[in-house]
C-alpha cells in the first residue's frame, strides 16, 4: 500500500504555539499549571498533558485561590471578564491566545468603541467567539445568512442610521461569511466587512482536495471532537474515508486498497500523523 501526505496537515500556527507555550510551563514550573478548559480538541494530547500534570479549569467552577499557579489561555482565547477573575485569585497568566484571535478581540473592541454596531459571524457557543464578544457585549452573533438577515433588521427597525461591521470567526468559511455579509449588507449596504479568517483551515481543505483526486481511499487523523476535522471527514466522502483518533481505530478494509491519502486536522499532533502513518505502511 502506497500511502500519501496532504500537502499541508496537522498543527496549525496558533495550536502549536499554545502546545509548545504549555510544554515550555509544563518542564519550569514549580507550581501547579492549569489550562482555561481543553488546549486542544485532540483526547491524546490532552492526556499527553494531563499526565504530566496540566489540570484543566472550567469557569464555572474556578477555584477562589490561584495563588502561585500558572493558566495558560488556549489559542481560542477567553473573555476579559475570566481574565480579570484570573487575574484577582493570584494566578499568573500565560496568555497562549492565538495572536489572529486576538487582532479579532482589539478589533472589536476598537470598533465598539467608535461607536459601530459589529456583527460577528459565527457559533455562539464556539469559545472564540464568546471570547471576542466578551469585548463588546453588545455585538451581534450571527450563526447563518438566516439568522443575519433577522438581526440586520431588527437593529434596522431600531437604529436605521447605525453603522455596522462585520467580523468572523477565523474558522468560517469563506463562502458562509460572503453569504452572512450579503444578508446584512442587503439592509445596510455601508457594511464594513472586515477580513478576519485564518487561511488554516482553508489550506488544510485544499490540499485534502487535492490529495482526494489522487488516492483511492482517505485517512483522517484528528479528534471526533474537532469541528475542523470532521469537516476535513466531509470533504472527503467522494472517496471511502474514515476518521481515526489511534492507529488503533484504522479499519481493516483500508487493505483493499493501493494507494491511501492521509490528513489531519488543525488540532493533531505530529506523532499521532507518524504513528498512523507507519501502522498503515505496515
Ligand atoms: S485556526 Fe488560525 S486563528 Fe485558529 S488557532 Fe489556528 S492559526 Fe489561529
Redesign the pocket.
Known amino acids: 500500500m502506497k500511502v500519501i501526505r496532504a500537502r499541508v496537515l496537522g498543527y496549525?500556527?496558533?495550536?502549536r504555539r499554545a502546545m509548545d507555550m504549555a510544554d515550555a510551563a509544563l518542564l519550569v514550573s514549580e507550581s501547579p499549571v492549569y489550562a482555561m478548559g481543553p488546549l486542544i480538541h485532540n483526547p491524546q494530547a490532552m492526556k499527553t498533558l494531563t499526565d504530566r500534570g496540566l489540570v484543566v479549569l472550567d469557569e464555572e467552577t474556578l477555584p477562589p485561590d490561584l495563588s502561585g499557579a500558572s493558566v495558560i489561555i488556549r489559542?481560542h482565547g477567553i473573555t476579559p471578564r475570566l481574565e480579570a477573575a484570573l487575574t484577582n485569585s493570584g494566578a499568573t497568566l500565560i496568555d497562549a491566545t492565538?495572536p489572529?484571535?486576538k487582532a479579532s478581540q482589539m478589533k472589536v473592541r476598537e470598533l465598539c468603541g467608535t461607536g459601530y454596531r459589529v456583527f460577528l459571524a459565527g457559533e455562539k457557543r464556539h469559545g472564540e467567539i464568546i471570547g471576542i464578544q466578551g469585548y463588546a457585549p453588545d455585538c451581534i452573533v450571527a450563526g447563518d445568512p438566516v439568522l443575519a438577515a433577522a438581526a440586520a433588521e431588527k437593529l434596522f427597525a431600531e437604529e436605521p442610521e447605525a453603522r455596522t461591521a462585520l467580523l468572523g470567526q477565523?474558522?468560517i468559511s469563506p463562502d458562509e461569511y460572503a453569504a452572512i455579509a450579503q444578508a446584512i449588507g442587503r439592509v445596510f449596504p455601508n457594511l464594513h466587512v472586515i477580513n478576519t479568517i485564518?487561511r488554516?483551515?482553508g489550506d488544510r481543505q485544499d490540499s485534502l482536495r487535492e490529495l482526494a483526486a489522487r488516492v483511492d481511499a482517505v485517512i483522517v487523523v484528528g479528534g471526533r471532537e474537532s469541528a475542523n476535522t470532521r469537516r476535513l471527514l466531509a470533504i472527503a466522502r467522494d472517496k471511502p474515508a474514515w476518521l481515526v483518533e489511534s492507529p488503533s481505530d484504522i479499519p481493516g478494509e483500508i487493505t483493499a486498497y493501493n494507494t491511501v491519502g492521509l490528513c489531519a486536522g488543525?488540532s493533531t499532533p505530529d506523532g499521532l500523523i507518524d504513528a498512523v502513518e507507519q501502522a498503515l505502511c505496515e
Open positions: 496549525c500556527m496558533g495550536v489559542a492565538c489572529r484571535v477565523t474558522t485564518c488554516a483551515t488543525a
